[in-house]
């Protein structure tokens, strides 16, 4: 008898053979005969872009008085960012140079008013603003805006006003006088108890007002430009 009809005769030849035949096909069919394939890197995830931020309709918003308001770019604009403001709140400081930015990039639509909503926990945020009023009533709606952008920048020091004044070319005398006797007090307030009835309650609070139709919206807090420009563009449509 030859070795191969031993082999094929004996059982347990046949046994191992099936036995073999059941793992290789196993290892095939499950791919654990073979070094695994990569798998394909997962994309990274792209960010959505950001939503603007929510804009409710405004309150009772006082409408824009170039008799009484202190106004930045064109005061015939269609559009109007009232801003009430705290000198010593660090977004709001954040926030002004976004508004610059705004009627900047929009000069024949947009004006920029200041009003007051200093916070009573902000011990210099009272005084500064009527350093700001008093810089108005010595030089005027450029000396308004003068003030306005050193204490932003320099910060409410009430021992650093009357140099603030100096700086900015004002009668240092004259300013000083009136921030001493509180001339206007009782207009930062006026602008306070306004701002809340139009539905500020914090700051910066910005109004979006379109001067013709009384259409407004209200923003809460230093949103970046891009988010005040998208509420822009829609309501000068």
Known sequence: MSPSESSSQNPWFAVSMGLIGVIVGYMLGSGSGAMP???APTPPSVPS??????APPAGDVKPVDPEVDHIRGNPKAKLSLIEYSDFECPFS??????MQQA???NPDDLNWVYRHYPLPFHPNAQKAAEAAECAADVGGNDGFWSMTDMIMEKGADTAQFASYAEAIGLN???????LNSGKFASRVASDMIEGSAAGVNG???TIILNNKTKDSRVVSGAQPFSAFQTIIDEMLK
């Open 37 to 39: 394939s990569p798998a």
């Open 49 to 54: 872009a950001p939503s603007a931020p929510e």
């Open 93 to 98: 400081s954040r926030h002004h140079p976004t």
């Open 103 to 105: 009627i900047d990039t």
């Open 172 to 178: 240092e005398a004259k300013f000083t006088e009136c």
């Open 203 to 205: 700051t910066p609070g």
